[in-house]
């Protein structure tokens, strides 16, 4: 059985928990050091040229560097960071060098941190950014890309789910 709503913003959330969507920890770094925040919105706009789009918060305290660096990194989560997703969305708000001494990082092109073991990292600059409502949206140009495991962490139903293709 299904109900209608008003497209209103409890019900919107509401249906939006009903889209998994990869997890993801995106960074940068900057004057300030290495920066990164946990978001399920980043899609694919286009493969050529080879484009992606990240929604941040406008409120967020990290919007302004990103916005100032213009660079980023889309890490997208395997099952076993599992347990960073919740640091990286500022759970227990630690400073963000103890964020980042939870797991190894490298460089890619940009210079913004790649997570090691990620399932796949999309290192980017950011070519444009629209704001809309809440949120600013970043238009990605991807200018390297490393891939590892190809199991993934999904959010779907307000929890986390493991997807393993080997399990299959």
């Known amino acids: 059985m299904s109900e209608m709503f008003l497209a209103d913003q409890k019900s919107y959330r509401e249906a939006m928990s009903r889209v998994g969507a990869a997890v ?6 900057g004057p300030e050091g ?7 919105a980043v899609c694919s706009v ?11 918060n406008r409120t967020a305290k990290l919007n302004p560097t990103f916005k100032e660096t213009r660079i980023l990194c889309v890490n997208v989560l395997a099952p076993e960071h599992e347990e960073l997703s919740p640091v990286f ?5 630690l400073p963000m060098a103890e964020r980042f001494a ?6 890619l092109t940009t210079g913004a941190p790649a997570l090691e073991t990620a399932a796949a990292s999309f290192d980017c600059t950011i070519d444009q950014i629209t704001e809309v409502g ?7 140009g991807v200018k390297a890309i490393r891939l590892g495991a190809a199991a993934g962490l999904i959010y779907h139903g307000r929890a986390y789910h493991r997807i393993d293709p080997q399990a299959a």
């Open 89 to 93: 969305a500022s759970v227990g708000e």
């Open 102 to 107: 939870l797991a190894a990082w490298r460089r």
């Open 24 to 29: 993801n920890i995106i960074t940068t770094t």
């Open 34 to 40: 290495d920066s990164g925040f946990t978001a399920s």
């Open 46 to 56: 286009t493969d050529d040229p080879p484009t992606l789009l990240v929604c941040m």
């Open 134 to 140: 809440t949120h600013s949206v970043f238009f990605c």
